[in-house]
């Protein structure tokens, strides 16, 4: 029989199970009574999925930190509600459900007893609804504050920056990136503002709006199609593989790209935009941001319409500007008279010709106060020209007012009434002084021509000799009666080919004259080197008069040369180029076959078998089997190709225009059998065998030392795969190498972050014991790798736009001490060492003034001296010649650095106006136990003295050897054995205490 607290006990759970709101009864202890059907399909789980709390609460709260915080906080809520007797919460909490879905509740509840009755109400819909509008205000706030933006903008620039930080700041987005696309071969995507964006994201990435790799992103495709473009989850979306690895790491989730549309709706670039979270961008808002793409697009179409009218409109006012001017800034002497010869108009140039002002010239007689010295015959012109009504001229001799005399050309031209006649003369007069004293010169200059050392020859526009000078035929051997009449290629050496002389005139029509080296041959049959140079003589009016070629005798200079780069440049046992060499022509073979589209091959070939051989006959004999294995290697090779010798049993062959793989291969097998071919030895046959390693570019599309490695490391492949064999590289040998990339964005990320420093070496005149200047040399306080030397990091940058920060931040920070040191009372020259690449980009002047303009605008002439390396990287002179040029006339001096081990020749002496050259240390080492080195460096000192350079040693680290260089005429150097690179504030104390102890050699 059922009692009534039976029944109402049923009836309560009854209710508690139909009632539409989630409800749960609990007893004291927090034990689940009661959970309706309403809490159970909100979970969703079945009644018997879920018989205890002990099974409910793990499944509600999976993590075991959460579930831990939920039930400390609902067992505090429900002690007080027990103290109070006021309600329970309400409480928000994240509940999970069986389908691994969170859902947002709200928990309320109320003490009856012993026991709870706790609701649970679903606010996830509500939460997402409310975020959702939070999102949509932002974003109308945004759009608000970039329609101001818009209305108020005067700059393009400026709108774009104001925009993205509207994006990102009020609009909540973490990034918002506008780019312009270039229509160019690459159809490149230009950057152009952004906010939010790390700067490394487009690192090393060439971005492009093409249809391929980096072009099929959300940018690109937007550009491209001209639709809006969404990645609603990054981690997932194929469109973003090329970026996705950096995107996931910078925390973008999702993003959308938008396109920027002219007024003929063509695409000019886009608008990108990356959420921290995925899915995260809904219709509503991409429809409001498309809506701000395309007022952006306007507003840029506006702000350019209005800065081409505003330039349309300038052009104009300078236009009528300089036509109001042009008169009046003539350097032309310009007047105007009246029929009866009185002057109606004199330009300033006339009134300070004449001494006076215009007010005291005007209405007077032409003659009056004229600096002409027969003023009648000007009167006469004129009157002639009022009479007939035709224009004359005349050269007319005056004086200046400081009394020099001057000669000027007069055009008097008639200006004519409505009736037709003669109404007044314009008289536009130019100073030919100049003209006329250069006639003077010519007399001069043939007394010059008569006398001069250098032979001198001159020929008429078809290049035929009309006259040579007495040294031509002292020279030549030729006389003056031989040599009338004919070309001047009757005295060709035949060394040159046709495109050499092409070259030659080539220069001669564009610049007007040519220098350089060139091999002539004597009539005795001897060829001699002579630096040659040429121009071509035009009249006033550009048209050709002749040639005059002028040449000295350079052959003594040029054996000397000879001795220095064979010595620099070739193996000496074997005489086939060395390293130094290999790399010079492999880097002008890749830039050959990169213009070309040429292959070639790069094969490093080492011996087996030699060192057996080499311990049976000893070094004789094995240094016999290395020259004959250089023999044999270039007999088989082609007349263009390169056969090195790296030392020991190491051989390079480069290959020029190289066909298919199999034409190199065939080549490879004519090596091994003609390498593996017996000689004889003290009259024992011997044999080796060859591994070899070979690398073909462009396949294999890296620089010159990467190619010579990448080759290094297939030869030790082919030996570990049993030698006497070859073996093409393969890039998965590469694979341990570590990303250059990374290591670029590592230098970057030091240069932001302050972490390099320059030290400064002293150079120093040992006779006279006083500091020359230093030599400012970077350094890298890496926060992990410690302090990095810069052969560790700068070869790898060169061929990086990182070289252009790196120079401008060495430019600031040389210029930035020296202000300093100068302040302090110390007033010390610096040298900085310059990448070539830098040097020949068109920026490095403006680099270098803005540096000077920005630490130090008042920097004194010779306080700053740019060293430039002796490398083929200088072959084009004309633009290095252009920036020297420029340089000296700010009053900085260059430095030859390295000199001796680049592939020069004396042109570079001569045309490059550098004042130092500084001897590589590399040569000063062991100068006092390898001859060869010693005669390298005497040849350097010989070439400094002969062109009135100073020449500095580098790598001096003892007194014996700054002894030895003295004794040869050389007194400054630069070393360890007289101060090592250190910091700036190093320096002050050093050379207290290097005056102090004085010099002792």
């Known amino acids: 029989m059922m009692t009534r607290g039976t029944a109402a006990d049923t009836s309560l759970k009854t209710l508690i199970k139909r009632l539409p709101i989630a409800l749960v009864r609990l007893?004291?202890?927090?034990?689940?009574?009661?959970?309706?059907?309403?809490?159970?399909?909100?979970?969703?789980?079945?009644?018997?999925?879920?018989?205890?709390?002990?099974?409910?609460?793990?499944?509600?709260?999976?993590?075991?930190?959460?579930?831990?915080?939920?039930?400390?906080?609902?067992?505090?809520?429900?002690?007080?509600?027990?103290?109070?007797?006021?309600?329970?919460?309400?409480?928000?909490?994240?509940?999970?459900?069986?389908?691994?879905?969170?859902?947002?509740?709200?928990?309320?509840?109320?003490?009856?007893?012993?026991?709870?009755?706790?609701?649970?109400?679903?606010?996830?819909?509500?939460?997402?609804?409310?975020?959702?509008?939070?999102?949509?205000?932002?974003?109308?706030?945004?759009?608000?504050?970039?329609?101001?933006?818009?209305?108020?903008?005067?700059?393009?620039?400026?709108?774009?920056?104001?925009?993205?930080?509207?994006?990102?700041?009020?609009?909540?987005?973490?990034?918002?990136?506008v780019a312009y696309a270039e229509h160019d071969a690459d159809q490149t995507v230009r950057p152009v503002a952004w906010a939010g964006m790390d700067a490394g994201y487009f690192a090393g990435a060439?971005?492009?709006?093409?249809?391929?790799?980096?072009?099929?992103?959300?940018?690109?495709?937007?550009?491209?199609?001209?639709?809006?473009?969404?990645?609603?989850?990054?981690?997932?979306?194929?469109?973003?593989?090329?970026?996705?690895?950096?995107?996931?790491?910078?925390?973008?989730?999702?993003?959308?790209?938008?396109?920027?549309?002219?007024?003929?709706?063509?695409v000019f670039g886009g608008l990108l935009i990356y959420s921290g979270e995925a899915n995260a961008i809904t219709a509503e808002e991409i429809r409001l941001l498309d809506e701000l793409a395309g007022d952006l697009a306007f507003g840029i179409s506006t702000l350019r319409i209005r800065a081409e009218r505003q330039r349309a409109e300038a052009q104009i006012v300078a236009s009528e500007q300089l036509f109001r001017t042009m008169v009046e800034n003539s350097p032309d002497f310009i007047a105007r008279y009246d029929r009866d010869l009185r002057r109606l108009y004199v330009n300033p140039s006339l009134e300070k010709l004449f001494g006076s002002p215009a007010s005291e010239l005007l209405g007077k007689p032409a003659a009056t106060a004229s600096p002409l010295r027969d003023p009648e015959h000007y009167l006469d012109c004129l009157r002639?020209?009022?009479?007939?009504?035709?224009?004359?001229?005349?050269?007319?001799?005056?004086?200046?007012?400081?009394?020099?005399?001057?000669?000027?050309?007069?055009?008097?031209?008639?200006?004519?009434?409505?009736?037709?006649?003669?109404?007044?003369?314009?008289?536009?007069?130019?100073?030919?002084?100049?003209?006329?004293?250069?006639?003077?010169?010519?007399?001069?200059?043939?007394?010059?021509?008569?006398?001069s050392q250098e032979g001198i020859l001159i020929s008429d526009p078809d290049n035929r000799i009309i006259d040579v000078n007495p040294a031509f035929t002292r020279l030549t051997g030729?006389?003056?009666?031989?040599?009338?009449?004919?070309?001047?290629?009757?005295?060709?050496?035949?060394?040159?080919?046709?495109d050499f002389y092409a070259e030659m005139w080539r220069s001669i029509e564009i610049r007007g004259?040519?220098?350089?080296?060139?091999?002539?041959?004597?009539?005795?049959?001897?060829?001699?080197?002579?630096?040659?140079?040429?121009?071509?003589?035009?009249?006033?009016?550009?048209?050709?008069?002749?040639?005059?070629?002028?040449?000295?005798?350079?052959?003594?200079?040029?054996?000397?040369?000879a001795d220095l780069d064979r010595i620099a440049h070739y193996d000496v046992l074997t005489s086939v180029p060395n390293r130094r060499l290999l790399g010079d022509r492999l880097e002008q073979a890749i830039a050959r076959a990169r213009r070309l589209?040429?292959?070639?091959?790069?094969?490093?070939?080492?011996?087996?078998?030699?060192?057996?051989?080499?311990?049976?006959?000893?070094?004789?004999?094995?240094?016999?089997?290395?020259?004959?294995?250089?023999?044999?290697?270039?007999?088989?090779?082609?007349?263009?190709?390169?056969?090195?010798?790296?030392?020991?049993?190491?051989?390079?062959?480069?290959?020029?225009?190289?066909?298919?793989?199999?034409?190199?291969?065939?080549?490879?097998?004519?090596?091994?059998?003609?390498?593996?071919?017996?000689?004889?030895?003290?009259?024992?046959?011997?044999?080796?065998?060859?591994?070899?390693?070979?690398?073909?570019?462009?396949?294999?599309?890296?620089?010159?030392?990467?190619?010579?490695?990448?080759?290094?490391?297939?030869?030790?492949?082919?030996?570990?795969?049993?030698?006497?064999r070859y073996q093409l590289f393969d890039s998965r040998l590469e694979r341990q190498i570590s990303s250059r990339v990374e290591f670029l964005a590592k230098v970057a990320n030091g240069l932001d972050s302050d972490q390099f420093e320059l030290h400064y070496q002293p150079k120093v005149d040992c006779v006279a014991g006083r500091l020359i200047g230093v030599e400012a040399l970077i350094r890298w306080h890496d926060p992990i790798l410690g302090l990095v030397g810069p052969k560790?990091?700068?070869?790898?940058?060169?061929?990086?736009?990182?070289?252009f920060r790196m120079g401008r931040w060495v430019m600031a920070q040389a210029v930035r001490q020296a202000k300093r040191w100068h302040d302090a009372g110390l007033d010390v020259p610096i040298s900085i060492n310059l990448f070539p690449r830098h040097l020949k980009f068109p920026t490095f002047i403006d680099d270098l003034r803005n540096a000077i303009a920005s630490e130090w605008p008042g920097l004194p002439a010779n306080r700053l001296l740019l060293e430039i390396v002796e490398t083929s990287d200088l072959e084009e002179l004309d633009p290095i010649e252009a920036v020297i040029n420029e340089c000296l006339a700010m009053g900085i001096g260059f430095s030859l650095d390295d000199f001796g081990t680049g592939y020069s020749s004396l042109v570079y002496l001569r045309r490059l106006s550098v004042e130092e050259l500084k001897i590589d240390q590399s040569f000063v080492r062991d100068m006092m136990t390898d001859p060869d080195d010693q005669a390298i460096v005497a040849g350097v000192i010989a070439l400094g003295t002969a062109f009135n350079l100073r020449v500095v040693a580098e790598g001096v680290e003892s007194p014996e050897q700054a002894r030895h260089l003295v004794g040869m005429g050389c007194t400054t150097v630069q070393g360890y054995g007289f101060g090592s690179p250190m910091p700036a504030r190093d320096i002050p104390e050093w050379l207290s205490r290097f005056l102090s102890q004085g010099v002792t050699i």
């Open 206 to 266: 060439k971005l492009t709006w093409a249809d391929r790799d980096l072009g099929r992103g959300p940018l690109g495709t937007a550009i491209r199609t001209g639709q809006v473009v969404e990645i609603p989850d990054i981690a997932n979306d194929p469109r973003m593989a090329p970026w996705r690895q950096r995107a996931l790491a910078r925390g973008y989730r999702s993003g959308v790209a938008f396109p920027l549309k002219g007024d003929q709706q063509e």
């Open 478 to 498: 030729y006389t003056r009666e031989e040599a009338l009449g004919r070309d001047p290629s009757f005295l060709a050496s035949g060394r040159h080919n046709a």
């Open 27 to 177: 007893n004291a202890a927090g034990k689940v009574l009661e959970a309706n059907d309403k809490l159970l399909q909100i979970l969703g789980y079945s009644r018997e999925e879920v018989p205890t709390i002990d099974a409910w609460w793990p499944l509600a709260y999976p993590d075991p930190v959460y579930r831990q915080e939920v039930m400390t906080g609902w067992e505090a809520a429900v002690g007080e509600s027990v103290r109070t007797g006021a309600a329970i919460g309400p409480l928000q909490y994240r509940i999970t459900c069986k389908n691994g879905e969170e859902r947002l509740v709200e928990v309320s509840g109320a003490t009856l007893g012993d026991e709870i009755v706790a609701t649970f109400n679903d606010i996830t819909e509500r939460e997402r609804a409310e975020e959702t509008r939070r999102r949509l205000n932002r974003e109308l706030r945004a759009i608000s504050d970039c329609n101001q933006a818009l209305l108020r903008a005067e700059d393009e620039q400026v709108l774009l920056d104001q925009v993205c930080r509207i994006i990102c700041d009020e609009a909540g987005y973490r990034v918002a990136f």
């Open 597 to 724: 589209g040429k292959n070639l091959a790069v094969c490093y070939l080492d011996l087996d078998g030699f060192k057996p051989i080499n311990d049976q006959f000893g070094h004789e004999g094995g240094d016999r089997l290395l020259v004959e294995i250089a023999h044999r290697l270039q007999t088989i090779s082609r007349g263009d190709d390169t056969v090195a010798r790296l030392g020991g049993d190491e051989f390079v062959l480069l290959w020029n225009d190289i066909g298919h793989e199999s034409e190199c291969f065939q080549a490879l097998d004519r090596i091994l059998a003609e390498v593996s071919s017996p000689m004889i030895l003290n009259g024992v046959p011997v044999s080796v065998s060859a591994s070899i390693g070979v690398t073909m570019f462009p396949d294999d599309d890296v620089d010159a030392d990467s190619l010579l490695r990448h080759a290094d490391h297939a030869m030790y492949s082919a030996k570990q795969l049993g030698k006497n």
């Open 384 to 451: 002639r020209v009022v009479a007939t009504g035709t224009e004359c001229s005349d050269e007319i001799a005056g004086q200046y007012p400081n009394g020099d005399a001057m000669w000027i050309n007069v055009r008097f031209a008639p200006e004519f009434d409505a009736d037709g006649k003669v109404a007044t003369v314009l008289a536009i007069s130019n100073d030919i002084t100049a003209r006329r004293q250069s006639e003077d010169s010519l007399r001069l200059a043939a007394s010059v021509f008569a006398t």
């Open 513 to 561: 004259a040519w220098q350089g080296e060139i091999w002539n041959r004597r009539k005795s049959g001897e060829a001699f080197a002579e630096l040659l140079t040429v121009i071509a003589v035009k009249d006033g009016q550009g048209n050709l008069q002749h040639y005059v070629g002028a040449f000295s005798d350079i052959s003594i200079l040029k054996e000397h040369e």
């Open 792 to 803: 560790e990091f700068l070869p790898l940058i060169e061929n990086d736009n990182l070289t």
